[in-house]
């Protein structure tokens, strides 16, 4: 900012004196803007890192006791006080939603109208969603993502993300996949939820700087471990169950490559083996 040629004649003598406070303020002025007092303070989401011991229980009386530092549990199923009483226990504590398929056992099944619902996929009661219909979907989600944020949890493991590559009943590309997917991985972030990419291995290139971890069923009985590592080399978790392979035969495999790996039952009771 300057002052018109004219302008310096017409200062009083006293006034030159002064000039360099002046220019001082007149410059910190222009290049000091006002705080934005509406802007939300920004959240620090958790951000586990590779190898982190876990445990993954959606059925049964849930066992509390395991020394792991994170649980993930099913969000309809347990309240506040219990993802409290975890956090006390110095865990954090992931709430498992299926966002790509329909339950008939949730309490908000009869939201779904029947067009969004495609075909079975291989659990009783279950069923894929059309997810291209965001404007059907994103509602019903949000609501599911504020409960896990009014109940105290730390992230979202979001289920079945990979309709694409499935018989679903609707003819869904990589590209549906993928601006779904990210949907759901920008609403967990305006919750201050962390936010686990399931299964999905063929997108991890695409989708890795958009989520905090991975968690992946099954990469070493069909030998695809190897696809996971974007998500180590760029610090984040690889949360990994194996249910038919013993112990042996995955984990030297996981530990090269800093998978947090254990397995388990498929109903995924309180039981675990951990690598």
Known sequence: MSLPARTWSLLPARTWSLLPA???????????SAPDDSAPPRATRWRPGPGTPWQWQLSGRLDTTVDVPVYDIDGFEHPRSTVADLQRRGR???????????????????????????????????????????????????????????KGFDAVEPDNMDGYANDTGFPLTADDQLRYNRLIARMAHERGLSVGLKNDLDQIPALVGEFDF??????????????????????KAVFHVEYELPTSRFCPQSRRLGLSSMRKRYELDAWRRPC
């Open 22 to 32: 002046l220019v001082a303020l007149v410059l910190l002025a222009g290049c000091t």
């Open 92 to 150: 954090k504590v992931i709430c498992y939603l299926s966002t790509g398929a329909w339950e008939e056992f949730r309490p908000d099944a009869d939201e779904f109208p029947g067009e969004v619902l495609g075909k079975g996929n291989g659990w009783e009661g279950e069923r894929w969603l059309d997810i291209r219909r965001t404007d059907v979907l994103e509602p019903l989600m949000a609501r599911r993502f504020d409960m896990c944020r009014d």
């Open 214 to 235: 991975a968690v992946n069923e099954q990469c070493a009985q069909y030998a695809e471990c190897a696809a996971l590592t974007p998500f180590v080399e760029a610090g």
